[in-house]
């Protein structure tokens, strides 16, 4: 275990050494690389910034209209047939848009069932395995200029469902 803390505090400062070690042999300008790399990424940041805006604006107005709640309360009776905690349903769906507005969900259901609980461990689970698909696909597909997405988005909620399903069969496992 102590190797495995030492490895972590020392990839980074490696992989920097690493770096500035290989533009030395090749004799690249190491600066100038860094600078135009920057700048690239700052363009990039400029470009997807509304995307970015817009996704967060959307996430805050769902939560802020009690939207979630509807959605939970809709849905809870099928979520009792499959033995899915409806308590999970907001996170599931907010993951697919936002991480940090899903984790602002979960940290609700951390103070209202605790962190052992299925619904707290179902919530863990679910953030740790599935990805903000629609984020993550605006960002990216804006970034390289794609416009047709063919089947990004059905593979991407394919996994989505099979992860946040197999996150609640380990959390029933846990509990």
């Not at 860094?34 to 995307?51: E, Y």
């Not at 009776?77 to 993951?95: A, G, M």
């Amino acid at each position: 275990m102590t190797f495995l803390l030492f490895l972590s505090d020392a990839v980074i400062p490696v992989l920097i050494f690493a770096v500035i070690s290989y533009g030395l042999l090749t004799k690249c300008n190491i600066y100038d690389t860094f600078i135009h790399g920057a700048l690239r990424g700052l363009k990039i940041v400029v470009q997807i910034l509304p995307t970015l805006v817009g996704l967060m604006v959307a996430v805050g107005i769902l939560r802020a209209s009690g939207f979630m709640e509807w959605f939970s309360g809709l849905l809870s009776p099928f979520c009792e047939i499959i033995h899915f905690p409806s308590e999970l349903l907001s996170v599931s769906f907010v993951k697919m848009f936002s991480s940090s507005a899903a984790t602002g969900l979960a940290l609700d259901i951390f103070k209202e069932y605790g962190t052992d609980s299925l619904q707290g461990l179902g919530a863990s689970i679910i953030l740790s395995c599935t990805e903000s698909i629609l984020y993550t696909m605006s960002v990216y597909c804006m970034a390289v200029k794609i416009r047709k997405t063919r089947w990004t988005l059905p593979g991407a909620l394919i996994a989505t469902i099979s992860g946040i399903l197999m996150s609640i069969f380990f959390a029933y496992r846990m509990v």
